[in-house]
């Protein structure tokens, strides 16, 4: 069952992700991105990583979300988007359902036994062990603010220009210039 959730939530994702790209309205693909952030949200309570999945939601899914909704208001860019949801929907819904027919032939062909599907090479052992010592917060953090702290800051210096530049793009030309 779990192979199949899988499947659903991925293919759900890449639709999403799809629409996102596809669509003509920036709120439709707003709409997609949400989408495609609960997807990811539900793979990671699959692979019992709650407090990612809880962040996700909170964070991107609702924070985020929010701030783009702002700056497509902002911009005043939502136009028509109602023929355009419906279309990325059935989308969604054609990836959904191969999702999950691949799924149900991938388990058919494949026995339960001969290959592990998500831990090949031991990891969830050495994640388990390093959540007991550290905490879930710890084993996150740790590496986000040491090995990838540069992406880290650069990643919300890109946000910090984005939301400048929506600004500067939204406001009122001036006569004398």
């Not at 709650?50 to 979300?65: D, R, S």
């Not at 990325?88 to 599907?117: E, K, M, N, P, Q």
């Amino acid at each position: 069952m779990t192979e199949i959730l899988f499947m659903v939530f991925a293919a759900v994702a890449i639709g999403g992700a799809i629409g996102v790209v596809a669509g003509r309205s920036p709120i439709a693909s707003l709409l997609f991105m949400v989408a495609t952030l609960a997807s990811v949200s539900g793979i990671y309570v699959l692979f019992e990583a709650h407090f990612l999945a809880a962040i996700q939601v909170i964070v991107y899914a609702g924070a985020i979300m929010v701030l783009f909704l702002f700056v497509i208001m902002l911009l005043n860019l939502g136009h028509d988007y109602q023929r355009d949801v419906k279309t990325g929907l059935w989308a969604i819904l054609a990836f959904a359902v191969t999702g999950l027919t691949a799924g149900i032939l991938g388990r058919g062909f494949l026995r339960a036994g001969d290959i592990s599907f998500y831990d090949r090479f031991g990891a969830a052992a050495a994640i388990d062990q390093a959540i007991a010592e550290q905490g879930a917060v710890g084993v996150i953090a740790e590496p986000l603010f040491t090995d990838y702290v540069v992406a880290f800051e650069l990643t919300g210096l890109l946000l910090l220009v984005a939301i400048v530049a929506a600004v500067v793009l939204a406001k009122p030309r001036s006569a004398e210039a």
